[in-house]
């Protein structure tokens, strides 16, 4: 298939996610409208402050990070740069009409003789180009630019919505894992409960009240540090914002996650043909295609269509004539016969920036084949680890069961408890990350490919319920 008719089949996929993400936008606009309505200064003092405002859901950080974000800011002006650009260059192949209007006081002395008298000059003029082929080039240019600035700007919004959701993500996660580390503490507390008792009654060795002393205290270490990872985890997604963290949706433990179809060269394919960074890349190499074609057409003639009309009573260096109205209409060629040279290093100029083009191209294609293969073998990791996890953590609460049933008639030891605890809730910590890491890589596959859409944000946000108070 042509490449230009590629470029034009993303520039509607472009569209549609344009639309898609305007949906979401006015399905989710309270936050967004209250971020909307505060001063919009460079530099204030907001900056590095909250908002004030709070956020549960997924949907409301999207919102208020499409308004937030200074990234997302500067690609929305530079498309708009683009189309500006592009309108420039198509009113300079338009018919120019220009009008002129001279009025003079002249005071005239010949051969001793003063004279004085009063000077009108009226004119216009129209031009319309009929063949500039550097003209015709830089309006072909243009309109590339513009496409490769559309596709940055998507390219942007995917990231910075990926971004805000592995934020998301990440909040949850530290909230998980804490929640988790607190109900381990409960469990090695409740444990050295028993270990003193007995102890006490000389039923247990000083060794199991000093191991089940120093559990604790790990366990007590690990949850200052997760108490400090969720600050951080919090702040980060408060950063990017603006919205202070609020009561979380969670992910049920009933979420389906939804699976990946297709095999990895179908993806691979996808992101050929519609990952945002590719697309910019290849409107960049087009128009510095293009741009050769403007730098050899200095060495062409250039025509231009002329029609004006002058009514006055000056002449030239304003000497007094009668009145006359001239038409004039004629063509006006303009033929390059030597420029020093700066023609042909323009061309050359060009001819590098090609290269240059090309190859950034060539490099952006290969990154994103590596990020897709990589994506989509985590996806399937990150679901076959998942299975096999929670498996895992349906087996270690079993084991610990049984472990505490063993100490309590006597036939295993403090130590196999404790070490049985601590495995139950590592377990159920590791899965917690395969699951969160599914959600996370499957988003990061479809931005590398160019597929994401608010619904994938939208069936993301489905599976979080409202924590229970």
């Not at 683009?82 to 009025?103: I, T």
């Not at 690990?222 to 963290?245: H, K, M």
């Not at 959600?439 to 160019?450: F, N, P």
Request: with cysteine; glycine share 4%; proline share 2%.
């Amino acid at each position: 298939m042509p490449w230009r008719e590629v470029s034009l089949m993303t520039k509607s996929m472009h569209k549609l996610l344009a639309f898609s993400l305007t949906g979401l936008i006015l399905a989710c606009g309270s936050i967004s409208s209250a971020i909307a309505a505060e001063p919009n200064n460079l530099t204030t003092a907001s900056d590095f402050r909250s908002s004030g405002l709070t956020g549960d859901t997924l949907e409301d950080f999207f919102t208020a990070a499409m308004n937030y974000s200074p990234r997302l800011k500067i690609a929305e002006e530079n498309m708009n740069i683009g189309s500006a650009r592009k309108r420039a260059a198509n009113g300079n192949l338009l018919p120019q009409v220009n009008a002129n209007a001279s009025l003079s006081d002249n005071r005239q002395n010949a051969l001793g003789q003063l004279r004085t008298f009063d000077g009108e000059r009226f004119s216009i003029q129209l031009t319309q180009v009929l063949f500039n082929w550097q003209a015709f080039s830089q309006r072909n240019q243009a309109y590339l630019i513009e496409d490769k600035l559309e596709a940055e700007y998507y390219g942007t919004l995917a990231w910075l919505l990926t971004e805000v959701a592995d934020r998301y993500l990440n909040v949850l996660q530290a909230q998980d894992a804490l929640q988790s580390i607190e109900s381990e503490l409960d469990a090695i507390t409740n444990q050295l409960a028993q270990i003193q008792s007995l102890y006490d009654r000389q039923l247990a060795q000083i060794t199991d009240l000093y191991l089940a002393q120093a559990s604790l205290a790990a366990v007590q270490s690990d949850q200052i540090n997760l108490q400090s990872e969720l600050a951080l985890r919090q702040e980060t997604l408060r950063s990017i914002t603006g919205l202070s963290v609020g009561a979380l949706f969670q992910l049920g433990d009933e979420a389906e996650i939804p699976a990946v179809t297709g095999n990895i060269e179908y993806w691979v394919e996808q992101a050929r043909i519609n990952n945002h960074q590719i697309v910019a890349s290849q409107f960049a190499l087009e128009a510095a295609e293009e741009r050769i074609s403007e730098r050899r057409g200095a060495y062409m003639p250039r025509v231009t269509f002329i029609v004006q009309r002058q009514d006055s009573d000056v002449g030239f260096d304003n000497t007094p004539v009668a009145r006359t109205d001239n038409t004039y209409v004629g063509f006006d060629v303009s033929i390059p016969l030597y420029a020093g040279g700066s023609n042909r290093a323009a061309v050359s100029e060009a001819n590098s920036m090609r290269s240059i083009a090309e190859s950034e191209l060539r490099q952006v294609r290969l990154d994103a084949n590596e990020n897709v293969r990589s994506a989509y073998l985590q996806v399937q990791s990150s679901s076959a680890r998942t299975d096999s996890a929670r498996k895992l953590v349906e087996s270690r609460v079993l084991s610990a069961a049984a472990m505490q049933q063993g100490f309590e008639l006597g036939v295993v030891t403090s130590v196999d408890v404790l070490n049985a605890l601590r495995d139950q809730y590592q377990a159920e910590r590791d899965l917690q990350r395969a699951r969160y890491d599914h959600v996370r890589y499957l988003l990061i596959l479809k931005r590398e490919t160019g597929t994401l859409v608010a619904d994938d944000m939208l069936e993301v946000g489905n599976l979080l319920i409202a924590p229970v108070n």
